[in-house]
Antibody, heavy 122, light 111 residues
Framework: QVQLQESGPGLVKPSQTLSLTCSVS??????????WSWIRQHPGTGLEWIGY???????YYNSSLKSRITISVDTSKNQFFLKLNSVTAADTAVYYC??????????????WGQGTTVTVSS | QSVLTQPPSVSGAPGQRVTISCTGS?????????VHWYQQFPGTAPKFLMY???NRPSGVPDRFSGSKSGTSASLAITGLQAEDEADYYC???????????FGGGTKLTVL
């Protein structure tokens, strides 16, 4: 079955760049038909959509984070990535990657990674 | 503050029926965008529970149902079980924001 797995540093210093990787198994990103998304959840709070990417590379970002985000994809490695610049303590959260079940941005996300905790602290 | 509004908490006794509302606006649910629901247990990733307003993914019990009307949607759980105790989130798309939106989440307590 399709599985997603986040990886990256669990601790990032303030003002630095948070970099995460989502590795996809059981499906090929390059086959199309889906979007690939990043979502985060601050401690004890709800879900916040960060952005998503299609296999061809087109991206859509949360307007509140847009100036600091880059989402990219490497279809040869079946991975997609999140970079968040100039982090502060407010970026401390559990970060999830997920698959949208169609190419429509209004589609839900049917497969999620287990999440990775990122703490921003010096 | 979330674009989609959910009650912070709901509760019910085993066997009862509970509903969780998700209220949006004319730029999201009212614009015709689908509503999806997720179930999340503490320390785990959200689970895809309902899609396209009222469709259940394979493996989700038919005790769970969803509906949408106007600018709101709701998730109903009948025959409440202790294992249903979790957080529930609704999700849609907002045409004005051009992005995915979530509700603030509802904590379901089984009494």
């Amino acid at each position: 079955q399709v599985q997603l797995q986040e990886s990256g540093p669990g601790l990032v210093k303030p003002s630095q760049t948070l970099s995460l990787t989502c590795s996809v198994s059981g499906a090929s990103i390059s086959s199309g038909g889906y979007y690939w998304s990043w979502i985060r959840q601050h401690p004890g709070t709800g879900l916040e959509w960060i952005g998503y990417i299609y296999y061809a590379g087109s991206t859509y970002y949360n307007s509140s984070l847009k100036s600091r985000i880059t989402i990219s994809v490497d279809t040869s490695k079946n991975q997609f990535f999140l970079k968040l610049n100039s982090v502060t303590a407010a970026d401390t959260a559990v970060y999830y990657c997920a698959r949208g079940y169609s190419t429509s941005p209004a589609a839900g996300m049917d497969v999620w990674g287990q999440g990775t905790t990122v703490t921003v602290s010096s | 503050q979330s674009v989609l509004t959910q009650p912070p908490s709901v509760s019910g006794a085993p066997g009862q029926r509970v509903t969780i509302s998700c209220t949006g606006s004319t730029s999201n649910i009212g614009a015709g965008y689908d509503v999806h629901w997720y179930q999340q247990f503490p320390g785990t990733a959200p689970k895809f529970l309902m899609y396209g307003n009222g469709n259940r993914p394979s493996g989700v019990p038919d005790r769970f149902s969803g509906s949408k009307s106007g600018t709101s949607a709701s998730l109903a759980i009948t025959g409440l079980q202790a294992e249903d105790e979790a957080d529930y989130y609704c999700q849609s798309y907002d045409g004005s924001l051009s992005g995915v939106i979530f509700g603030g989440g509802t904590k379901l307590t089984v009494l």
